[in-house]
């Protein structure tokens, strides 16, 4: 234990603070004098900063210390002997603090009676240490005076980190946006991000106005009197989908809506909770509804966060629509090839739904999976090509005829091979490698294995099955069970047998929607 000289130029004489101080900020005293424990604590009594009070943790030893600060990482400043059980176990903790617990918030004040074991200039150079105070100098003005820096400088730091944090909070939840493929899962991700922003459990809904049934997805951008709960996290779930205005227990958000003025505000406070009103360039207007106390919330960064939302909804609307425009054309072009082809009808819509579900039970991402839903469409498109007398024909072909046919491939390829458009590119490698076999004996290259491109092998299972269950002109339809029998049977011969055995364990998931096709 070491000997110091305490001297005090005043004690404090500050009335007791009636009012209960809730906060606290977390001060370690790491000293094996008990004494310098019970003046440091008489001297910081009734401290207090930015209307947090202090809250004390005791420690006599490096190891004891060690604990304290792993146990307690909002610690905010640890008042630090050098000799304690050993000359440098300060030093040591000081390290420990550093670089095994990664911890550069904490403030450490090194205070040490015996500067000869850790020489001032020595230690800042070598060690993070922020404060250097020898004992003969703890006196209450100075002891105030480095708790007020080490705080500001804590506090800092802590907005700092704090900031960097959400930072990175937003720039992760901004990248998740567009992940989802419906408009609902795309604002459940934004409830759902927006909840990452405080610090209880809160309670959310998002209500739109529009003027159409969004159960697909679709926004209208017109504005409308209508407001439709049409996403919801939480007891407000079972809202989806429905107006406020048939709502009772919403009724205090529908006057509110109804009576708000227009201000530079966004966040609006409410009996239960607040309402934050989203503005893009869509027309439309937006608000989210959260339940909870206002106080829990980080605003700043959901103020930045919804910067990026009202961006990312409107891009979202676009991205939607052109999809939208994208898909009727492409689903318009390959309904006119099938009626040209005399087939039963319903066969791309079918083999489209199949390939998503096919993929989706091969853990493609969902945008993927809508890729190759609307790309496997156009896997006959070079059949328009083919002469009439051939492909309508109710017989069987030719030899010769059969040859003709088998050019569908590369006429669909060569149709589709030069728009730079990622479903187009996707479609035309289908069209052209669907008929190749696993064992290399298909066409039209005689490609084998995986050299056959993933899609294509799937189309090829898909193709198969609902050719064989279906009539067609020249053929009646065969039962499932004889075309699972065949299937199975071209195992590694026509077909890939590992997608086979995805197919197999997975035939009422994929072929669940197109029974009634």
Known sequence: MENTDL?????????????????????????????????????????????????????????????????????????????????????????????????????????????GEAPEEDVIRLYDINDYRLKTELTVKRLHTTLYSSLRNYRDLQTLEKNKRGLEKIIKASASLFEHNTLDDFLVTILNELSNFNYDPIEMLYIREDNSD?????????????????????????????????????NFIKQWITNSESSEELIHELDNGFIIESRGKSHSNNYIYIEGKKAGLDFQLINL??????????????????????????????????????????????????????????????????????????????????????????GKLTEDEFEIMKTHTNHGYRIL??????????????????????????????????DIPLNARMMAIVDVFDAMTHKRIYKDAVPVEETIGYINSQRGMHFDPELVDVFMNNLQKITSGVKNM
């Open 214 to 250: 969004l159960s697909d997805g679709m926004v209208i951008l017109e504005q409308s009197s209508l407001n439709k709960v049409i996403a919801a996290t939480g007891k407000f779930s079972h809202f989806i989908n429905q107006e406020i205005e048939m709502i009772g227990e919403l």
């Open 417 to 450: 091979k030069n728009p730079n458009l990622p479903v187009i590119k996707m479609a035309a490698e289908i069209a052209l490698n669907h008929h190749e076999k696993f064992d290399g004996t298909g066409y039209p290259a005689g490609k084998k294995g995986l």
């Open 7 to 115: 001297t005090f130029d005043f004690l404090v004489d500050e009335e007791e603070v009636e009012e209960e101080i809730k906060e606290f900020y977390k001060i370690i005293i790491a000293d094996d004098d008990e004494e310098i424990h019970r003046v440091t604590k008489v001297i910081l009594r009734y401290f207090n900063f930015e209307g947090k009070a202090l809250e004390f943790i005791d420690t006599y030893s490096g190891e004891e210390t060690k604990i304290a600060l792993k146990e307690n990482p909002d610690t905010a400043i640890i008042f630090l002997d050098v000799v304690m059980e050993t000359s440098d176990s300060g030093l040591k903790v000081a390290k420990y603090l550093r670089d095994d617990l990664e911890n550069k918030l904490t403030r450490i004040v090194l205070r040490t009676g015996q500067p």
């Open 305 to 394: 966060f919804l910067s990026n939302f009202s961006i990312a909804l409107d891009n979202y609307i676009l991205n939607n629509m052109l999809q939208a425009t994208q898909k009727e054309i492409v689903f318009a072009l390959a309904e006119t090839v099938e009626s040209h082809f005399e087939e039963t009808g319903s066969h791309i819509k079918r083999i489209s739904e199949m390939m998503y579900q096919f993929s989706l039970c091969k853990r493609y991402s969902y945008g993927e999976c809508e890729l190759l839903k609307l790309a496997s469409t156009m896997h006959d498109l070079g059949k328009i090509a083919i002469p009439d007398k051939i492909l309508k024909k109710p």
